[in-house]
């Protein structure tokens, strides 16, 4: 188990693509990497050659990012791509997502830790449902900044009245969302590389930073520091050895917020309060755990604790309750129905999960909520309201990503059928039967 990570940087920006199939969005990566200078030479030549044994009649920069057999083949996006770039501004991380509605699962797992999404348009159809959707998991997320990316404006012939007509509709669709998200639209031409790193003399009429220009200098709110102290325990350490001989740490990420040797701390679920002896990584004894960062932590007083426990700073309890509502959205082409039953892991704590109500969902095209669904489908997002075996303790999502979020697991197959923000909990009513339970 690896207990230590790289530190996340001020200037680190993680930031994901999205959109329809085909609007471009392997392409827009490849181009950022070719004209920024970073790739090496030699996977430039290995891709002239796939291209040229291809047929293509350019370069094919979205080969960079389409690592899968089956991606070349077709020409999209299975599965995620992370890839790694820096200019002298800024270093970044970019998840390439799959457009295709078949994987929009992949999509909701890049965009996840993302700070910023480029959503891509292509300018003949304009905005597809595919833009909606991707916008609104964009919102329910928490991506606080978007870039709707205007791609194949070379095939418009760059125009401006085209241009307006997108956007006059993307804005519309953005009035009805509830999580207001800041938007930076830019019309380019990812496979020409107008906008992508250097300024377009083919569109003069608009008169905005590049895409590169605005992602060096966008500003994101890291959330993770400035929230309350969670800390997630994955493992126990026990050496039993006779250097060690009475060590006990707690090992895991540090959720949010942050904490101190000597800081007054309380472990749940057992609701004890202890203080923190040390803090301890592979470098050594630290006296800080900052948020991202793995740690193994020593406390004052023997209590039990175990994985899937949280620590949390005395004065910052989180909520509890085995009853939550949550947004989600539905994976698999199986659906969801009233008392299904599956298992729910919430950062590293696993229970027994069962679905007593579903409450709404959304429709894409208009966002209006339809309450009373009968069954969830394939990429269906809307309400639930889950009765879990033992007791959740968490953030609603909309204050912490991390310990807002869980996904749920099919118990026969172990798939993961949703991903989940909690919204709320319910009450705080008992579980009225554990034979629910039962396997």
């Not at 970044?92 to 965009?111: C, E, K, L, S, W």
């Not at 519309?172 to 509830?178: A, I, M, N, P």
């Not at 569109?203 to 929230?227: A, D």
């Not at 009373?372 to 489908?377: A, K, L, R, V, Y």
Request: aromatic share 8%.
């Amino acid at each position: 188990m690896d207990l230590l990570v790289n530190p996340t940087e001020s200037s680190l920006l993680r930031f994901t693509t999205a959109g329809s199939v085909d609007d471009g969005k392997s392409t827009l990566i490849g181009r950022l990497l070719y004209d920024s200078k970073s790739i090496f030479e030699d996977q430039l030549l290995a891709v002239e050659e796939s291209s040229k044994r291809r047929g293509d009649e350019h370069v094919n920069l979205a080969l960079l990012t389409d690592g899968l057999r089956a991606e070349r083949e077709q020409g999209i996006t299975i599965d995620v791509a992370y890839r790694y770039f820096a200019t002298p501004k800024r270093k970044f991380i970019i998840a390439d997502t799959p457009g295709h509605i078949q994987y929009t699962r992949n999509m909701v797992t890049g965009a996840s830790t993302a700070d910023l999404a480029i959503i891509l348009v292509d300018a003949r159809h304009g905005v597809v449902e595919q833009t909606r959707r991707h916008t609104f998991l964009a919102s329910l997320l928490r991506i606080e900044q978007i870039v709707l990316a205007i791609n194949k404006m070379d095939l418009v012939e760059f125009s401006e009245a085209r241009y307006n007509e997108i956007l006059a509709d993307f804005e519309q669709f953005r009035g009805s969302l509830e999580n207001k998200v800041n938007v930076t639209v830019i019309p380019m031409s990812a496979l020409n590389g107008d906008n992508v790193v250097d300024r377009s003399a083919n569109m003069p009429w608009f008169t905005g930073k590049p895409l590169l220009e605005h992602l060096e200098s966008v500003q994101v709110h890291v959330g993770e520091s400035e929230g309350t102290a969670r800390f997630p325990v994955q493992w126990v350490i026990r050496p039993q050895s006779d250097e060690y001989h009475d060590f006990r740490g707690f090992a895991g990420r540090v959720a949010s917020g942050t904490f101190k040797v000597g800081d007054e701390v309380t472990a749940y679920p057992a609701g004890m309060n202890t203080r923190i002896t040390g803090i301890h990584t592979l470098e050594g004894a630290k006296e800080e755990a900052i948020p991202s960062l793995s740690y193994s932590i020593t406390l004052a007083n023997e209590i039990d604790i175990s994985r899937g426990d949280l620590i949390t700073k005395a004065d910052e309890p989180p909520q509890h309750s085995p009853h939550i509502d949550a947004m989600i959205c539905w994976f698999t082409e199986k659906p969801l129905k009233p008392r299904g039953k599956f298992y729910l892991r919430h950062t590293t704590r696993t229970v027994r999960a069962s679905v007593p109500d579903l409450l709404y969902k959304v429709n894409i095209s208009t966002m209006e909520r339809v309450p009373g669904p009968t069954e969830f489908g394939l990429n269906d997002i809307g309400c639930i309201r889950l009765r879990c075996a033992s007791p959740l303790f968490f953030d609603p999502y909309n204050t912490n990503r991390t310990t807002g979020s869980f996904i749920l697991v099919d118990e026969q197959t172990n798939n993961t059928v949703a991903a989940g923000m909690i919204l709320r909990a319910v009450g705080d009513e008992s579980i009225k039967s554990t034979d629910e339970f039962a396997i």
